[in-house]
């Protein structure tokens, strides 16, 4: 399954928390520019729960899908948990691989501490259940999953938590681990600076197209 060889393979965006979608533009210009279609899911992360979110997912997928023979899937951040979500309530998909960064697979430690206050709910919104707080559905290697996670340590944990080292600043390295995905690697990137990192996007391509990382 190549990127190259898949003329009618389509790559699919799913933003974090509190984002819209425009800040993956550069990871799906920078894979338009590899010869992929490109599409960005946008989903209301703080109104509705992640279950809610991952059928609505299905149904993207369902309408802007059809003539498509393979569907990649690359989630940041809580993007990441919707699509395992989703493919835990629809398994029925077409095929194709997934890459997630930064997404917190085992729970989110600062999810966690905001959760503890009244404020704190009201700005995580429904996006805690069965989602950051690390109680998803168990993965069980339905497709080729691969998780990209930072190490540079710029974002709102430090203002709130010392996080467990290495992290990108929101999540640690240890949170984006998952049983049965099939490749993990860190890189020097910030939890919102891997939008924004051509390594990303290198390390994103090779993945979906030969189910692996690039390893120096």
């Given at each position: 399954?190549?990127?190259?060889?898949?003329?009618?393979?389509?790559?699919?965006?799913?933003?974090?928390?509190?984002?819209?979608?425009?800040?993956?533009?550069?990871?799906?210009?920078?894979?338009?520019?590899?010869?992929?279609?490109?599409?960005?899911?946008?989903?209301?992360?703080?109104?509705?729960?992640?279950?809610?979110?991952?059928?609505?997912?299905?149904?993207?997928?369902?309408?802007?899908?059809?003539?498509?023979?393979?569907?990649?899937?690359?989630?940041?951040?809580?993007?990441?948990?919707?699509?395992?979500?989703?493919?835990?309530?629809?398994?029925q998909?077409?095929?194709?691989?997934?890459?997630?960064?930064?997404?917190?697979?085992s729970?989110?430690?600062?999810a966690?501490l905001?959760?503890?206050?009244?404020?704190?709910?009201?700005?995580?919104?429904?996006?805690?259940?069965?989602?950051?707080?690390?109680?998803?559905?168990?993965?069980?290697?339905?497709?080729?999953?691969?998780?990209?996670?930072?190490?540079?340590?710029?974002?709102?944990?430090?203002?709130?938590?010392?996080?467990?080292?290495?992290?990108?600043?929101?999540?640690?390295?240890?949170?984006?681990?998952?049983?049965?995905?099939?490749?993990?690697?860190?890189?020097?990137?910030?939890?919102?600076?891997?939008?924004?990192?051509?390594?990303?996007?290198?390390?994103?391509?090779?993945?979906?197209?030969?189910?692996?990382?690039?390893?120096?």
């Amino acid at each position: 399954m190549s990127l190259n060889d898949n003329t009618s393979a389509l790559v699919v965006f799913v933003h974090g928390l509190w984002m819209t979608g425009v800040d993956m533009w550069w990871l799906r210009r920078g894979m338009a520019r590899r010869g992929c279609r490109v599409k960005q899911f946008s989903y209301p992360a703080i109104r509705c729960d992640v279950k809610q979110n991952a059928a609505r997912l299905d149904a993207f997928l369902k309408k802007h899908g059809g003539d498509v023979e393979v569907i990649h899937l690359v989630g940041h951040s809580l993007g990441g948990l919707v699509i395992r979500q989703m493919f835990h309530d629809f398994p029925q998909q077409k095929p194709g691989r997934i890459v997630t960064l930064g997404t917190p697979h085992s729970g989110s430690a600062i999810a966690h501490l905001f959760n503890r206050s009244r404020p704190g709910r009201l700005v995580l919104g429904k996006s805690t259940i069965r989602g950051l707080l690390g109680d998803m559905p168990p993965w069980h290697g339905v497709r080729e999953l691969g998780v990209i996670a930072g190490t540079k340590d710029h974002g709102i944990g430090r203002a709130f938590c010392a996080l467990p080292q290495p992290n990108d600043g929101t999540v640690a390295v240890e949170e984006t681990r998952l049983p049965e995905m099939t490749d993990h690697i860190q890189l020097p990137v910030a939890h919102s600076g891997m939008l924004l990192s051509n390594e990303v996007i290198r390390q994103t391509s090779h993945f979906l197209g030969q189910g692996c990382f690039i390893r120096s």
